[in-house]
């Protein structure tokens, strides 16, 4: 068969709506003694109409700042973001006006996203006009109709005139999302858009974006650090820690054959999916991350003095001397699986055993 002869990822590479190439943020926080925080480097991520990619790592790793760059509301210190294949502009204002239209974000919290003064009805209705073609009031009316079926929340009435705090947790999410929809974007940038809901609602609320991408074709970026959830509803996972993606594949392998002992880790703290209990709340903090400070694997780095090396060995079970001191390689594990670890290319002793490192070594 002449397909056989093609390179698997050529013929099939669907073409990415919006992409991250090799974007570093450094936040400045000492001007004087020139010191920033090494918030993303290097960071690559392709987004693909009908897809979700997930971002998962702890509190601090840089999940955020990655989605605000992707927004355009972070200006990258080096590297570029394309919106389909051409550098996205957000100079002046109909460029970022555009961009927004086609890129929009939600955010963890609808209570702070959504203006507490005004009714559902003129929170949606303000995109509709500026980015859609209202052409008159009944038009409008049946617009936001549509908008509020779309996210289920019907009879559409009974939610039109409501304030956000008439509303409950689940239902003011379901209204930041109709009104990142009422602009028919391209991408989804969901920013812990879970995290502060009701354990009950969580499953609820990924039925309905994992509905929305699918109908809609919509690019969708996950970011999440449960990665149990990331796995059940992602299409693909990026594992980020300290600032740098360490691992990046389809969501069943990252999480049925993980490479990257920070992974491992994360997974090991992770209840099985199978068995739903991720939804069941591991947290105690207020934002519903992890806390760092308690979890059992050591404290999350500074990132004003990154670790030398690789920036995970300070807390990596593996690490060895070399480690220390050298920029750990990014190996690929299989056509679309990677990882940045040297245990992949020099297994050590803990590492050998694992059967991913022996896929690699093969
Ligand atoms: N505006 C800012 N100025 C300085 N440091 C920042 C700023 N925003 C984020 N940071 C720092 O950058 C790092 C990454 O933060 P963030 O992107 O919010 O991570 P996450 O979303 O994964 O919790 C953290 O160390 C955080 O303290
Ligand atoms: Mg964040």
Known sequence: ????????????????????VDVTVRYPVHRARGESVHALENASLRLIPGRTVALVGESGSGKSTFARTLALAQKP??????????????????????????????????????NPLHRVRYLLERPLRLHGSVTGREDLEQRLRALLERVRLT??????????????????QRVAIARALAVQPEVLLGDELVSMLDVSIRLEILNLLATLRDEEHLAMLYITHDIAGARYFADEIA??????????GSAEDVTQTPAHPYTRLLLDS?????????????????DGEPDAATDDYGEPPDLVHPPSGCR????????????????????????RHWARCVLLVEPGDGASRDTTTAEVTQ
């Not at 956000?164 to 239902?171: N, V």
């Not at 594992?239 to 990046?248: L, N, R």
């Not at 992770?270 to 207020?286: I, S």
């Open 77 to 114: 210190t080096s590297g570029s973001i394309l919106l389909n294949g051409k550098p996205a502009s957000a100079q002046g204002r109909r460029a970022r006006r555009d961009y927004a239209r086609r890129v929009q974000m939600v955010l963890q919290d609808p209570f702070a996203s959504l």
């Open 312 to 335: 995970f060995h300070p807390r990596c079970p593996l690490a060895r001397a070399a480690c220390r001191t050298e920029s750990p390689p990014h190996v690929q594990v299989t056509d």
């Open 239 to 248: 594992v980020m820690y300290a600032g740098e993606i360490v691992e990046y």
């Open 270 to 286: 992770t209840p099985d999916p199978d068995r739903m209990e991720f939804l069941a709340g591991r947290t105690n903090r207020e």
């Open 155 to 172: 009879p559409p009435e009974r939610f039109l005139d409501a304030f956000p705090h008439e509303l409950s947790g689940g239902q003011r």
């Open 1 to 20: 068969m002449n397909d056989e002869q093609a390179p698997a990822h050529t013929a099939a590479e669907p073409v990415p709506v919006l992409e991250a």
